[in-house]
């Protein structure tokens, strides 16, 4: 079982910075991939980023491409997000999402039903 606890959004202009932090409590979080998705009102659920459990590999959404950047800290059971040259349209709330894929040849994933534990979600919204 795992916990996952989103924090560091907010408000910002648009062209700014914010570094998510998704802090994971119980065992074994370097087993598990990590991936960032959002959800804007009105809008599903998409994909943000990706990174295997290794920290072998990244994946991100062509919308976030060169902007955002995922990373994470096994020893401090933490991942990151950090978001740069912000856009009105990255408006939604973030949420960091789980799965152990240590056994398994995929090390990363971009498909939210691949993952078995969610954080609450942290809102970020730009403003232009």
């Known amino acids: 079982q795992v916990q996952l606890v989103e924090s560091g959004g907010g408000l910002v202009q648009a062209g700014g910075s914010l570094r998510l932090s998704c802090v994971a409590s119980?065992?074994?979080?370097?087993?598990?991939?990590i991936g960032w998705f959002r959800q804007a009102p009105g809008k599903e659920r998409e994909f943000v980023a990706t990174?295997?459990?290794?920290?072998?590999?990244?994946y991100y959404a062509n919308s976030v491409k060169g902007r955002f950047t995922i990373s994470r800290d096994n020893a401090k059971n933490t991942a990151y997000l950090q978001m740069n040259n912000l856009k009105p349209e990255d408006t939604a709330v973030y949420y960091c999402?789980?799965?152990?894929?240590?056994?398994?040849?995929?090390?990363?994933?971009?498909?939210?039903?691949?993952?078995?534990?969610w954080g609450q979600g942290t809102q970020v919204t730009v403003s232009s």
């Open positions: 119980g065992r074994a979080f370097s087993n598990y991939c």
């Open positions: 999402a789980a799965v152990d894929l240590k056994s398994s040849i995929v090390t990363m994933s971009e498909k939210a039903d691949e993952y078995d534990y």
């Open positions: 990174i295997a459990w290794n920290g072998g590999g990244t």
